[in-house]
């Protein structure tokens, strides 16, 4: 059982950044690929961005391309989703999940963070 814990999230205004991190329970971490996703009032859990085992994969949805990036540093059992110049319409709860498979469907993933609070201000 992988018991991810994210945060990092807050407020923040237009146009600032966040660095959210998600950390794991699990030292074999490195064996995951990792997803962040994003919920907003009234929608669907959305994937965002994706990172394989050894990091080596990277993938992230069009919408935030440019602005967020995700990484991870195994030895600290971590991943990070960096995100700049951020937008009112980025705000949402966003989620880390753990996968034994590289993918952007959250049926991929198996376990999930209880999610950080990102509000963007105008």
């Known amino acids: 059982q992988v018991q991810l814990v994210e945060s990092g999230g807050g407020l923040v205004q237009a146009g600032g950044s966040l660095r959210l991190s998600c950390s794991a329970s699990?030292?074999?971490?490195?064996?995951?690929?990792m997803g962040w996703f994003r919920q907003a009032p009234g929608k669907e859990r959305e994937f965002v961005a994706a990172?394989?085992?050894?990091?080596?994969?990277?993938y992230s949805t069009d919408s935030v391309q440019g602005r967020f990036t995700i990484s991870r540093d195994n030895a600290k059992n971590t991943v990070y989703l960096q995100m700049n110049s951020l937008k009112p319409e980025h705000t949402a709860v966003y989620y880390c999940?753990?996968?034994?498979?590289?993918?952007?469907?959250?049926?991929?993933?198996?376990?999930w963070g209880q999610g950080t609070q990102v509000t963007v201000s105008s």
């Open positions: 699990e030292r074999t971490i490195s064996t995951y690929a």
């Open positions: 999940a753990a996968s034994r498979q590289f993918g952007t469907m959250r049926y991929n993933y198996d376990y």
């Open positions: 990172i394989s085992g050894s990091g080596s994969k990277l």
